[in-house]
């Protein structure tokens, strides 16, 4: 049986591809920055509304590599590796002031990495037909 043709990774060379990176890379920076921060408050007014923050967050983190990344198995690991990511700062904030491991936060943070996933594809789907 024929092995594919292996792809290397290198940096998008589309300008918007690119850009869409950076983004993707600053988005982590602001997550990461903002999941370790003692006692950040969100302004709400229903109980757990953090948890739809946190699935928005990363809806966003996952569905930006679908545009960023050409080689869909590329933007698939990209979007699956801010699971890890989640449970690390998840983690991670048990050791930051005012902050505490929460279950619930990342369950919501995996659900919005699927929510993210399926969405990109849609939408990439509707508009460029069949991706990978």
Known sequence: MKKPPKVPLSPPKHPIRRSVLALWIASVAVVIYLSLCPSLEIPYDFIDADKIVHLLAYLWLSALPFFAFPVPKAALAGA????????????AQAYVPGRCFSVADLVANCLG??????????VKRFYFGRTG
Do not use: D, N, T, Y
């Open 113 to 122: 990495v699927m929510m993210g996933i399926w969405l990109a594809r849609s």
């Open 80 to 91: 699956l590796s801010m699971v890890p990511l989640s449970i690390g700062l998840e983690f």
